[in-house]
């Protein structure tokens, strides 16, 4: 079977092949720019209580770096781990499917993450 290109998957109304794993590279990328804004805005804020709240204290710096770097990271795993389990449920669904073509006796289709080898 030949493979769809990303239009005729997206314009699909028999939901018969998915978009979601072809999007999911480009979802992380602006997940992890929304990170890195949000993680600059955190330090942007740390400067601006250092330099007009309590004077030019070094410490609410170094505790907004500190944050921003924790938040990053913490963001950036969460993110991962939700995208994964996404991906994961998507293959589910795609492994599950060819496994009860290939039940009824049809040949199973070669996909991304399905192998032949299932007989």
């Known amino acids: 079977m030949t493979e769809k ?4 998957r997206l ?11 072809k999007i999911i590279p480009v979802l992380y990328g602006l997940w992890i720019a929304i ?6 805005g955190m330090l942007t804020g740390g400067v601006g ?5 309590y004077g030019w204290s070094g410490s609410s710096f170094f505790l907004s770096l500190i944050w921003a ?3 990053f990271f913490l963001w950036v795993i969460g993110g ?5 389990t ?3 449920l998507f293959r589910i669904a795609e492994n599950t499917s060819a496994l009860v073509r290939a039940s009824r006796g049809g040949q199973p289709e070669s996909s991304e993450g399905v192998k032949d080898t299932l007989l």
Do not use: C, K, P, Q
């Not at 314009?11 to 794993?21: A, C, I, M």
């Not at 990170?35 to 600059?40: P, W």
């Open 49 to 53: 209580i250092m330099r007009f709240g």
């Open 80 to 84: 991962r781990v939700w995208m994964e």
């Open 86 to 88: 996404i991906i994961v």
């Open 35 to 40: 990170g890195v804004i949000v993680a600059l």
């Open 5 to 8: 290109s990303f239009w005729s």
């Open 11 to 21: 314009f699909d109304f028999s939901f018969s092949s998915f978009v979601t794993l």
């Open 69 to 71: 770097v924790v938040f």
